[in-house]
């Protein structure tokens, strides 16, 4: 479905310095590179550049501009459509103005505008479409205010969702289907977007633009229903699956059987929208979470069970993805100290075992936002502040921090953009909780 003219903002043209344009694969988690980027801004062309490391270029305050382009440049027309933009909305800025003003200004300009497609970062193997990374941009565009670029980005979504329900890892930014690399679908990104629909829906302005959401993703959310209700086996538990690790896996994880649950109930709450008997969601969502919670519960909700070790995942059955709950609060608790690294963020998990020192940004913001959901507010705000603490340069948040506190690897991270500023929503006013099965 193509969106109406009034949700067009704009075409983004992505240009990128020499240094970057190397066919070379993404690196395998574990691998710490040096920083590759200190972010993205707006050339003299109005364009929108990478950055290098190490250059030392600053922004004109209030924009993504260079500071060495001057004020007769095309760039000062995109610049002052951007400041319109920002201002449009309502983002949370809480205790963290400039950290949640450039995570949503970087969102922007990972994002076509066109289009919708919304790169996970901006060099070599990150320029694709992650459907988990996107649905997190458009929830955080939702919750701040920017309902078109949401609306958007979930239409690219929409342009590229499997008819089966099973979504790839990746997708090209073109719209032209999924990137061939031999990953198996991860069950996990049906989740994530219904999710992303349903807050999309529960934050709209009004009921037409909540009718056009669920028009555009209705067919998505359906196929990724139904693909979740077919995985469920007769103990209630998901096939091994791919999760935000990006791994072949041999066992269900939590960072599967997490955003199913979520996306099963998003599609339940949606039902009544869709024209559908949502009765086989509701009977799969029971027995997944009474799977859950008669499997992973005991353990402390580890990443698989029994000894699997504490994931950040847990982070995923907290609030805002499910109302607050005893054991999943102690969980996330216990889980945020056992992950903790000497630098003062987190990495994945325990039996995460490369790089042990290194911190993973979407991890930390990640424990963050359930901290902050479920109440934990100094908590919280620890994380932040070695978020905000540890960004670029210019400002970005990158993909990780290393041992020595450096900020590493790409920048800016679209994902950990949109955690962050998803949790300093829930900090300032409180995000929309999906509800229970019932």
């Keep these: 479905m193509v969106l109406p003219s009034r949700f067009r903002v704009g075409v983004l043209v992505l240009t990128f310095a020499a240094a970057f344009v190397s066919l070379a694969a993404a690196p395998f988690h574990g691998t710490v590179l040096p920083l590759r980027a200190d972010g993205l801004a707006l050339n003299s062309a109005g364009e929108v550049v990478v950055v290098e490391a190490g ?3 600053t922004y004109h305050p209030g924009t993504s501009v260079l500071s060495s382009v001057g004020d007769d440049s095309p760039a000062w027309a995109a610049a002052a459509a951007k400041r319109v933009w920002f201002g449009s909305g309502d983002p949370p800025l809480g205790a963290y103005p ?3 003003e450039r995570a949503l200004r970087d969102i922007r300009l990972l994002t076509n505008s066109a289009t919708g497609a919304s790169m996970a970062a901006p060099v070599t193997a990150w320029r694709y479409v992650w459907p ?11 919750t701040s205010g920017y309902h078109a670029e949401a609306a958007l980005v979930l239409e690219f979504l929409a342009g590229v969702a499997p008819e089966d329900g099973l979504w790839e890892a990746r997708y090209r930014v073109d719209g032209s289907g ?3 690399d031999g990953r198996a679908p991860q069950m996990d990104g049906a989740g994530w977007v ?3 629909t349903w807050l999309a829906v529960e934050t709209a302005p009004g009921p037409a633009h909540a009718e056009l959401v669920v028009e555009m993703m209705g067919p998505a959310v359906v196929a990724s229903a139904d693909a979740m209700v077919a995985s469920v086996g007769d103990d209630g538990l998901p096939a091994p699956s791919s999760d935000y690790w990006e791994r072949p896996e041999s066992e269900v994880t939590i960072g599967t059987v997490g955003p199913m649950s979520l996306g099963l109930r998003s599609a339940i709450a949606l039902a009544p929208s869709l024209d559908v008997d949502p009765e086989p969601w509701r009977d799969a969502a029971t027995r997944l979470d009474a799977a859950i919670d008669r499997e992973f519960r005991p353990h402390g909700y580890p990443r698989t069970v029994p ?3 504490l994931d950040a995942a847990v982070s995923f059955l907290a609030p805002p993805f499910a109302p607050p709950s005893p054991s999943v609060r102690a969980a996330v608790l216990e889980t945020e100290r056992a992950l903790l690294v000497p630098n003062g963020g987190h990495r994945p998990g325990e039996k995460w075992r490369n790089d042990a020192n290194v911190a993973w940004t979407p991890e930390t913001a990640m424990l963050a936002l359930a901290l902050a959901g479920q109440g934990d507010v100094a908590e919280a705000q620890r994380l932040l ?3 905000d603490a540890h960004r670029t340069p210019l400002g970005s948040l990158p993909e990780k921090v290393d041992a020595s506190g450096r900020p590493a690897s790409v920048a800016p991270l679209g994902l950990t953009g949109a955690i962050v500023v998803l949790a300093v929503a829930e900090l300032e006013r409180g995000l929309p909780v999906v509800p229970a099965v019932t």
Aim: avoid cysteine; aromatic fraction near 10%; charged fraction near 20%.
């Design 385 to 387: 502040d070695f978020l």
């Design 178 to 180: 999924p990137v061939a």
């Design 132 to 142: 988990r990374d996107a649905a997190f941009v458009a929830a955080a565009l939702a």
């Design 307 to 309: 000894r699997g070790g």
């Design 98 to 100: 400039e950290m949640a």
């Design 55 to 57: 250059t030392e270029a």
């Design 194 to 196: 219904a999710w992303a």
